[in-house]
């Protein structure tokens, strides 16, 4: 495949930019700042972490965050379209986990709570907190939990990765079949089911596995990487 011919790229993260211990691995920086085609970077984390990841590689900032309640391509941010209104639809979710706390429940991140304080759309929980208790509550306001395998996520329904690609490639003037893409969760099951080609990690969940076209025989970004060179390669 000629370098006008390789595909754009959809990437998740944690699972799949990322070494075991959860850091990014630095192997991924220089395939993905050459690659010649545009590359988003879908995450369930919150909207400055893929942005400062961009900068950081040094690639035009192309995102898609919090599963699809955020992204930021072309210089617009998108929000998952609640209503009549293209905002923020973060109101059952936070109450839903204001519930969940109010109920003796416990995020889990500390008293400052980095991970959730730039959210916007959704909240993450840690993965040690009262499922049960947090599932029975978001059931009863309408919200969704899904396991990412690094956090409950509490989210409206209607929110996803692959709900968001399909406006963020409408931007880049791609259509979703163009793209290829990598993944290890549940959270990138939406991706797979629009893209042309989807891989899994081999250290995904059963679900993003069960959804991808090719299950990797590498786990974490030593996966990524080889599906990276399998495209150069064509």
Request: proline share 4%.
């Amino acid at each position: 495949m000629t370098d006008s011919a390789c595909p754009p790229l959809v990437l998740d993260i944690d699972g799949t930019l990322t070494r075991p211990d959860h850091g990014i691995d630095p192997r991924v920086f220089d395939p993905i700042r050459e690659w010649p085609a545009p590359v988003v970077i879908a995450t369930g984390k919150a909207f400055p972490y893929p942005i400062a990841l961009c900068q950081f590689i040094g690639i035009d900032q192309c995102v898609i965050a919090e599963n699809g309640g955020v992204a930021y391509v072309d210089d617009q941010i998108l929000f998952h379209v609640g209503g009549e209104d293209d905002g923020p639809g973060r109101s059952a979710a936070f109450d839903a986990v204001d519930a969940f706390v109010e109920s003796g429940g416990v995020l889990g991140w500390g008293e400052s709570d980095l991970v959730n304080r730039w959210r916007e759309t959704e909240v993450a929980v840690q993965l040690d907190a009262d499922e049960e208790l947090l599932r029975g509550l978001a059931d009863e306001y309408d919200v969704e939990v899904i396991d990412t395998g690094y956090a409950f996520h509490v989210k409206d329904a209607t929110i996803s990765k692959g709900q968001m690609l399909e406006r963020v490639a409408t931007v880049l003037d791609y259509e979703t079949h163009e793209f290829v893409a990598v993944g290890d969760s549940e959270n990138d099951v939406s991706t797979f089911e629009i893209v042309g080609e989807s891989y899994a990690t081999a250290n995904a969940d059963a679900a993003a596995k069960a959804a991808a076209d090719v299950v990797l025989d590498d786990e974490h970004a030593t996966g990524t990487l080889s599906v990276l060179d399998e495209l150069r390669r064509r």
